[in-house]
Structure formats: C-alpha cells, structure tokens
T-cell receptor, first 120, second 116 residues
Framework: GAVVSQHPSRVICKSGTSVKIECRSL??????MFWYRQFPKQSLMLMAT?????????EQGVEKDKFLINHASLTLSTLTVTSAHPEDSSFYIC????????????????FGPGTRLTVL | AQKVTQAQTEISVVEKEDVTLDCVYE???????LFWYKQPPSGELVFLIR??????QNEISGRYSWNFQKSTSSFNFTITASQVVDSAVYFC?????????????FGTGTRLTVIP
C-alpha cells in the first residue's frame, strides 16, 4: 500500500511553455497533497499544500500564478508550471497524506518518484 | 522555531560495516512526529519510519534500527551490516504544530555510500 505515482518522470521543454505534472495516490485517498522542489544535492523545499476541493496554500516566496496547483479529487493533484524558464529547472516531488488511516499510516506523507524538469 | 540537524553530510562505509546516521531536532511542541526517509539515486523518497513524541521505544526492522532519545532530542538511525543497496541520501524530518497541518520540516540529508 501507500503508492504514489507521478507523471511524467522527466520532461524537457522550451522556455515559455507550460508543463503539467500529475501526482496520483494509487491505493489510498489523499486528503492532502504536497508539492516540493529539490535542487541538486539539497533538501526538499515545500512549495505548497493542497487539500481536495480547496485552493492550495503556498509557501512564502512561491508564486501561485506561476505554479498552479489543482487537487480536484482525492487521488489526483496537478502542478502546472506556467511560462517555464530555465531557472524553473528542478526536481519536483509530490507527496500524499491520508489523515484517516485506511491501510496506510495516518498523518504520514508518502512520496512520488519525482519529475525532473529541464527548461531549455 | 523547529529545526532538524543532520550534521553528517556524507558518510562512506565498507560493505557489512554498521553505520549510524545522526538526527537532532528542535521543537517547542510536546506532541510531534519524527520521520526517516531514504532517497536512492532514482530520486523517489521512501518512507522508513514514523515515531511520535510519546513513544520512546526503540524500533528494529531487519537491519534497520532507530534510537529515539527525547532527553537529547535525537532520533538516530543505524544500519547493521550495510549493503551496497543502502547507498542513498537519508533525510530525517519533523512534523509539529508549527509546521502546520502535519507538514514536514526536513533536515539537509546524509549521503551514505556503501563501498563493495
């Protein structure tokens, strides 16, 4: 149990285009999903937290108009990087948390495999 | 403010050696959770353990063991008889009321290299 998938695993795009990353909890319902960014050899930086059916809460310094997050269902959240630029190149990781048990350890974040974004 | 310190940036051991990864945390809360995650070269973070602040029992899972000491605010992780597959970056993390909604505050990670 507690499997989280991300798609795509790797994406290369031109500057100015938008990129959508999907995060799915495969065998549990995620009441909350988190999006992180990780630079090489660094720790994870939380970008935003989203609860199903409500607007995401962004961390200080994260542009909500640039990083659009949608959490439309209990198993799917999407992150769209709009008008991507080379400085947006990074490793993006999502995680999902189920607060009510149901086969996974509650209040524990389970992470997806990550998406490596390269903006040319 | 909450803080997680992993003082060991990189560790190298020879296969079959035991290795301990240190984690020291700071929080003002009496209720909090501590976690360890493994990040192999593939990038995915693998959940290893969650410990709540009221449970100081040490835990063993196969070759892995964890030593939780509230008196020293430490939550150290030991791998016994290390294997090459243990090579990864290991993150210690804290969740308390200050992080909000059980968000995680990560340490900077310890890169473990197991040499065959």
């Amino acid at each position: 149990g507690a499997v989280v998938s991300q798609h795509p695993s790797r994406v290369i795009c031109k500057s100015g285009t938008s990129v959508k990353i999907e995060c799915r909890s495969l065998d549990f319902q995620a009441t909350t999903m988190f999006w992180y960014r990780q630079f090489p050899k660094q720790s994870l930086m939380l970008m935003a937290t989203s609860n199903e059916g409500s607007k995401a809460t962004y961390e200080q310094g994260v542009e909500k108009d640039k990083f659009l997050i949608n959490h439309a269902s209990l198993t799917l959240s999407t992150l769209t990087v709009t008008s991507a630029h080379p400085e947006d190149s990074s490793f993006y990781i999502c995680s999902a948390r189920e607060a009510r048990g149901g086969g996974v350890i509650p209040d524990t974040q389970y992470f997806g495999p990550g998406t490596r974004l390269t903006v040319l | 403010a909450q803080k997680v310190t992993q003082a060991q940036t990189e560790i190298s051991v020879v296969e079959k050696e035991d290795v301990t990864l240190d984690c020291v945390y700071e929080t003002r809360d009496t209720t909090y959770y501590l976690f360890w995650y493994k990040q192999p070269p593939s990038g995915e973070l693998v959940f290893l353990i969650r410990r709540n602040s009221f449970d100081e029992q040490n835990e063993i899972s196969g070759r892995y063991s964890w030593n939780f000491q509230k008196s020293t605010s430490s939550f150290n992780f030991t791998i016994t008889a290390s294997q090459v597959v243990d090579s990864a970056v290991y993150f210690c993390a804290l969740s308390d009321s200050q992080t909000g909604a059980n968000n995680l505050f990560f340490g900077t990670g310890t890169r473990l290299t197991v040499i065959p």
